[in-house]
């Protein structure tokens, strides 16, 4: 196999979940082709092109699971913030060609990705925010279209784990849209978050009980605002919608918040503290929907070249009325699948599957 040599951005629960995957192959002598030559955190870029052993990537882990610094692991020295150029150079003096693996979750990093990619480096992405920027920088490091050839020289794009953690979502619609079928309409529930907040409602519970419990659980953010604001849910519908071929922009999707009027600036214990005062709206909402044989699902959707998210009435014997807890589930109605539609559904969240996709994607890359 050809030898992938790895550079890591990002060393957060992902992170660290993909190097515990990885080391857990290398103690089994497999996958001994990935060769990890750099490491990155918020205090700089690790990097030894001649590649790190099983010990240095358990000493990586060991900092970053205390909550330490990869500067503070013993492995080498560490450079400073990256440099794009300086980078880029130095891959090219030693005549190496790398992966980079972006599982940070802003768009620092994008000056980088599109100078690696049009170096001839691979990208694999877990990050959302660099393939959610306005349409011209995306294309800089967009993976091509079914349909297109990459430029001449430009590295290979991966992003399975952008959407739906490890299913294989983006597989699925490349590999319809490779076959020559045509996309009709996506319905889906990206978030496990909203997607377990909805199925609660539907067991009686009261919309800021459902949210509590969420938290409780750590289906949310810290600030479950970041969740109920929809954000994230449009970020992964605009991916879906750019890799159908649509030049979209974030702020064209349609976005239907769930954080209640009055509430997107207080103060977290406010938040808390006034939710119980939209639960009547939601009884009064899943009450009606109910009369008429549906129930309340958080849906992206994407149909006739445009994409949104929000709350929505849907049918309770249908596969989003079915669905339950935290999993994801996406719906393609093409013209193939026009009678019955295909279907994705499992876990869409978490370290672990969400590891499992990008190790996929690195392995796919051999």
Request: charged share 20%; aromatic share 4%.
């Amino acid at each position: 196999m050809t030898e992938l040599n790895i550079i890591q951005l990002g060393l957060g629960k992902v992170g660290q979940e993909l190097l515990r995957q990885v080391a857990a192959l290398w103690e089994q002598d497999r996958a001994t082709h990935l060769n990890y030559i750099g490491l990155a955190d918020s205090s700089g870029l690790l990097l030894d092109t001649n590649g790190f052993y099983l010990d240095d990537l358990h000493d990586a882990l060991a900092v970053k699971t205390a909550n330490g610094r990869l500067d503070q692991a013993a492995i080498g020295d560490i450079d400073g913030p990256i440099v794009t150029n300086q980078l880029i150079s130095l891959l090219r003096a030693a005549r190496i060609k790398a992966t980079i693996v972006d599982l940070t979750a802003d768009t620092a990093n994008l000056p980088l990705l599109a100078a690696a990619r049009a170096a001839g480096h691979d990208l694999v992405f877990a990050n959302k925010a660099p393939l959610a920027v306005d349409y011209a920088s995306y294309c800089a490091i967009a993976p091509t279209l079914p349909s297109e050839d990459a430029p001449t020289g430009w590295g290979r794009v991966r992003h399975e784990a952008t959407v739906g953690a490890g299913l294989p979502v983006i597989s699925t619609l490349e590999n319809v849209l490779a076959s020559g079928d045509q996309i009709k309409r996506i319905e889906a529930s990206v978030s496990g978050t909203l997607g377990y907040i909805c199925a609660a409602l539907d067991q009686g519970l009261s919309f800021s009980a459902a949210l509590r419990r969420a938290h409780d659980l750590g289906y949310t953010e810290p600030d479950p605002r970041d969740d109920l604001n929809g954000i994230d849910a449009a970020r992964k519908a605009l991916i879906l919608a750019r890799r159908m071929g649509l030049p979209m922009e974030l702020s064209q999707v349609g976005v239907d918040s769930l954080i209640p009027a009055g509430l997107e600036s207080t103060s977290l214990d406010e938040f808390w503290a006034k939710l119980p005062q939209v639960d009547e709206t939601y009884r009064v909402k899943l009450d009606a929907a109910q009369k008429r044989g549906n129930v309340l699902r958080h849906v992206a959707l994407i149909e006739d070249e445009r994409a949104s998210v929000g709350l929505r009435e849907v049918a309770a014997d249908s596969p989003l009325g079915r669905l339950r807890g935290s999993d994801s589930i996406f719906i393609w109605h093409t013209v193939r699948y026009s009678n019955s539609p295909l279907i994705v559904q499992g876990p869409g969240a978490g370290p672990q599957v969400t590891a499992a996709g990008v190790l996929a994607d690195i392995l796919g890359l051999g």
